[in-house]
């Protein structure tokens, strides 16, 4: 590995130890491994026990058996597949964990019998029979598993059912998510009564009989199943409308969806398929999990559950996330909730207690990190189960008495929410289902609007909001008096934007007496978590249809008007904030690891730097000595190359040499700017090296100017030497602008200068603080003659003062006129070194040049004490030793010979021509 | 050459050089300095703040982040209050904007704290070697010799004095221009909740205090690019460039947990200052996540300037 690749290498490794670091820091703990097997349960069910079904079931192993066991049931159209993450997810956590597919459903047979508890509660009480016969399943006796039981939706509502339906009481803790407390009321929803409503809980429903038909969301649910044909459990042969759902069931749904009504017996078999029907039984720990983004299970439902829960004095805990049928499926925080639960019920180990509280989360609006801030609310216990009732704050409405309309066939009809739809085509989040509430159309002509003042704080909406209504009548001879309205509840923002938190909407159906005498109704608006800010207004919407539900559709007109207290009843359930978690301790490790090691690297650069100087006594006297001077570049040309040379004070030093000579770099290195590959330069007996202090001692001008273009000449110089951090009065700077000379251009933008100015300045620059060495780099370039001349005036005399400069040029008459020793390096190398005029006209060395050499020759060996005659073109150079330079030119017109030109021979100029045309 | 007309040298002037060249000899130190240098006093902050603090650049960045606040009024003036249906998250931050002064003062953080103040950031410190060099003044500070660690130190600290002035007047002028518009009321976060004026002042200041060090990463890469090039829009450049790179790799889900490596994963970590009981943990997270990739580019700067060949 080259040095070249030496820092790319040591990024890519520091990024890496940062990299390991981060995730050391943020490590996963380890996965356990989870097995599983695909097993094929066969068990017996039907109302005398006796029609076999197969349930296709998969059974994970944790790490560690035998487990307590989770049964996981599945939600309606769900098969075991769309349990495996959860399932999985529990299995790490230590659980044995059994799903499959409930009967009528992917490779189960047998047909859907809606949770009935001939059917299904039965199969899924033998599959904890199968749990009993497992040796990886912790088991509290013969024949009795430790398991719990959850599941969301369809197996949520299983759940329930299994707990309180178990004849051995063999379930030990339920978990149930997003589900039901009684399908007739999930389903044909009265949210209103003319008695008082009991507001002591915050999700409080009504759960009025005879309800409006919620469409849309049924038949989403019944559709896929009752369409399927072919598929198993069904008759190829004789192809039913009612798919794989069993024939009574198959025959309430018809009813239902022809009518809109529900009559006696379809009721009964709803109520008998629901948690509502064995709640009094349940005698175990339940969670009840319910999604605030949830038109079809709303929260009124887990409400209902909860409230007949705690009559049997178990521990029940409440959450609400948000989502929901609508806002989609509960996330890891709720596995975790779940998780939590089983550990503690299931495990008895040391886990934490998780408590009978109650938590609802907030969701913000503000997306941070890709996901809508929530934040969670903690209360000690969900309100009005223990007997602290939930507090109501009071909102005031105003609004006349207003007529609505219901249209013939109930068509157009206004728009709250998409059942099933809204999060298919808001992708799914729980952040889109937020936007669904600003899909909410209300009809003009088909609704009455009650709002209130805007609020003077902010207010936390935590359930279902209680008011009282006035329905009236516009009597009519074809009225049958049934009248059917749908309520909402919207947050109004300043500039009139309205939302309808939750897409929800309470429907009611009221029968009003046909003499037109008005009836007070007690409504229960639909429980929806939503912070309103102050400012912003309440708004209730009373309409006569909406889209989701089977609407009347006879036309009718009634009167709609605020009653009672005229005001809303608003939940508001406080708690603390449990978003806030302390602070964790390893990345502080880590914050305090870095900062250690800051200071660290910080002493040990300091330490070094410190025992860093170099210096020869010897030298001390030495302006300049360069010894073995290398810089090479690898896969480049070296461009010095053993270069070694002194210089003493008092000399003005030529450094003379072709573009590209390494004359530059020489200086480079000599200012402790470019390292040497080899050789040292030491400067009055000091190794220059970057930042030695010798180098104070060195004034500089290489390679073109260097200034601040936004500052004046005057402001440049003046900060510079504040930046040497000297005393003001070493740097005569007034002698230095002199010399610099620019007059009134001192005080312009150096931006604004020509390159000469540019140059002056920096040269003057170089001379601030009278340095004992100044060098300067083709320091008459882009001046003009007379400027040139006082230029080298100004060297010659400085240097007569003792001190030292070097000055590099490419032209040999500068360094002939200016100094007063010179090196003339080549590419690199030294070609020659010396007194300029030793160099330049060496002892008796003369060159002449005369018409015909070979004779000019002759004549010159001839003379007295001559040498080393040569010839070269028209050229003859001789050493004369004592002659005369006149006597030989005498004997050489006396020989005939006409000489042109006469003069010392000029070695310098020969060795620098001879250099560039070799070189060219 | 009518420029330089006035342009020449006195002979007086340089007579009277001479004259103070012969008498003053200076006198030298045992480390072979001039009397009167120390490296320690080379290149003090106040004096790299005036060299900084007169540049157009950096007058212009404090400026514009002083009159950010005044625009994003103008703007909340003159936007006309739609009824439109199409609520986004967004507009319902824009309505929490306007309800106190300091809700107004957040979002201007909100508004400008994943763009503008890296910019701004990423100027200050990635333009201040590479700046040196395209002028070639930095060859003329590292020969007066300022030492190359000490250079780099006393630039990346005036960037830092710089930068924290920024982010400072940012907050602070549209507190000001809050509080005279939409008054001292509570500050309302999105999920309901409002802190009395007190203590959403402290964590507007926290928020400020989360920034700045979060925003150390991006100084520390620009401070490496800035050693590494010298051409100063490259280092700025490239800076921005990584942190939107980051930004976009964050937004991707499918990542997953590999985006917690990412330097800008925490860059809205301040916003949990905003609910009434404050979870620290991405912060922290945050905080160290940025610290060590700051520490790392900041050490890979001062080794590659201790190193570097100065041919500029």
Known sequence: MTRQKWPAF??????????????????????????????????????????????????YVPQVTPAPAVLVSPGFGQTKTNLADDATDLARRGFAVLTYSARGFGRSTGQIALNSPDYEVQDADQLISWLARQPEVLQDGPDNPRVGVMGGSYGGALALMLAGLDKKKRVDAVASLITYNDLSHALLPNAASTTPLDGSTPGTGVGGADGVFKKVWAGNLFGTALSNIGGPGINPKAPTSCGRFLKDVCDAYTK??????????????????????????????????????????????????????????????????????????????????????????????????????????????????????????????????????????????????????????????????????????????????????SLAIDLPGQSAVFTSAPLDAPLMIAGSTLTTLRIGAVPNATDSGDTELFAKLYDVGPDGRRTLPGAAVAPFRVQLPTNGTAVDVNVSLPGIVRPVAAGHRLQLVVTTTDQAYA???????????????????????????????????????????????????????????????????????????????????????????????????GQVLGLLGPNGAGKTTTLRMLMGLVRPTAGEIRVFGHKVQAGAPVLSRIGSFVEGAGFLPHLSGTANLSLYWASTGRPLDEAHLAEALEIAGLGDAVRRRVGTYSQGMRQRLAIAQAMLGLPDLLVLDEPTNGLDPPQIHQMRDVLKRYAATGRTVVVSSHLLSEVEQSCSHVVVMHKGRLVAAGEVNDIVAGGGEA????????????????????????????????????????????????AGIAVEQAGPRRRLEDAFLRLVESND | ??????????????????????????????????????????????????????????????????????LLLIAFKAAPSSNSGSRSASSAFVDLATSSGLNFAIFALFASASFLLVVVIALFFGDTIASEASWSSLKYLLAIPVPRGRLLRQKAVV?????????????????????????????????????????????????????????????????????????????????????????????????????????????????????????????????????????????LAARRFARKDITS
Do not use: C
């Not at chain 1, 099933?420 to 992708?427: F, S």
């Not at chain 1, 559709?553 to 508001?572: D, E, I, Y």
């Not at chain 2, 200076?26 to 603090?53: F, H, I, K, M």
């Open chain 1, 10 to 59: 040591g990024v890519v490794v520091l990024l890496l130890l940062v990299a390991a670091g981060v995730w050391w820091v943020n490590r996963p703990s380890p996965e356990p491994t989870v097995a599983s097997r695909d097993v094929l349960i066969d068990v017996v069910d039907g109302p005398n026990h006796d029609q076999p079904v197969e349930l296709d079931a998969t059974f």
């Open chain 1, 256 to 437: 239902v969806a022809t009518t809109g009504r529900a009559d006696q017996a379809t009721v009964d078999l709803l109520r008998r398929n629901s948690p509502v029907s064995v709640a009094d039984q349940i005698s175990v720990p339940t969670l009840l999990v319910q999604g605030e983004q949830d038109t079809l299970f709303g929260l009124d439902q887990a409400d209902a559950t909860a409230k007949q829960l705690a009559r049997n004095n178990i521990p029940v805990k409440v959450d609400w996330y948000p989502g929901g049928h609508d806002g989609g499926a509960p996330g890891d925080d709720v596995r975790g909730d779940v998780a939590a639960w089983f550990a503690f019920y299931l495990m008895k180990g040391d886990a934490p207690n998780p408590g009978t509280g109650f938590s609802y989360e907030v969701q913000g609006t503000i997306r941070a990190r890709g996901a809508p801030i929530t934040r969670t609310i903690t209360a000690l216990d969900y309100p009005g189960l223990r007997g602290d009732r939930t507090t109501r704050q009071r909102v005031s409405l105003s609004g006349p008495p207003q007529p609505v309309v219901t249209p013939p066939g109930g068509s157009p009809a206004s728009i709250s929410s998409l059942p099933g739809v809204g999060t298919a085509l808001l992708g799914g989040s729980s952040t889109a289902s937020s936007l669904a509430g």
């Open chain 1, 551 to 649: 609407n009347a559709t006879t036309p009718s007109v009634r009167t709609v008007a605020l009653s009672g207290a005229m005001s809303l009843q608003v939940p508001v359930v406080t708690g603390s904030s449990a978003s806030g978690s302390g602070i964790p301790a390893t990345p502080v490790i880590g914050i305090a690891i870095i900062l250690g090691l800051a200071v660290l690297v910080a002493t040990v650069a300091a330490l070094r730097r410190r025992g860093s100087d170099d210096a020869d006594p010897e030298l001390a006297d030495v302006p300049m000595v360069i010894t073995g001077l290398t810089k090479s570049y690898p896969g480049r040309l070296t461009a010095v190359k053993e270069l070694s040379f002194r210089v003493e004070h």
């Open chain 1, 847 to 894: 060159t002449f040049r005369v018409d015909r050499v070979t004779d000019a020759a002759r004549v010159l060996r001839d003379l007295n004490g001559t040498s080393g005659v040569t010839a070269e073109g028209r050229l003859v150079h001789a050493d004369l030793g004592t002659t005369s330079r006149s006597a030989a030119v005498t004997a050489l017109v006396n």
């Open chain 2, 1 to 70: 050459m009518t420029d330089e007309h006035g342009v020449h040298t006195d002979p007086a002037a340089i007579a009277e050089l001479v004259a103070v060249a012969e008498s003053e000899h200076a006198q030298v130190a045992a480390d072979g300095s001039v009397a009167g240098y120390r490296a320690s006093r080379t290149l003090r902050l106040g004096v790299e703040l005036r060299r900084q603090l007169r540049r157009r650049r950096t007058q212009f960045a404090v400026a514009f982040l002083g009159v950010l606040p005044f």
């Open chain 2, 159 to 299: 960037s830092g004095i710089l930068s924290l002035i920024g982010l400072v007047v940012l907050p602070a002028m549209a507190l000001v221009v809050g509080l005279i518009w939409y008054g001292s009321g509570d500050l309302i976060s999105t999920t309901g909740e409002s802190l009395p004026f007190g203590t959403g002042l402290a964590r507007l200041a926290l928020a400020v205090v989360y920034l700045a060090v979060y925003l150390v990463w991006i100084a520390g890469l620009a401070l490496l690019l800035s050693v590494s090039t010298d051409a100063p829009l490259g280092a700025v450049g490239g800076a921005v460039l990584v942190s939107i790179v980051s930004q976009i790799l964050d937004s991707i889900t499918a990542l997953g947990d590999l985006r917690d490596y990412l330097p800008s994963h925490y860059a809205t970590a301040w916003s949990d200052l905003l609910s009434a009981d404050v979870d620290w943990g991405d912060m922290t997270r945050g905080a160290f996540s940025s610290l060590a990739y700051g520490a790392i580019f900041m050490a």
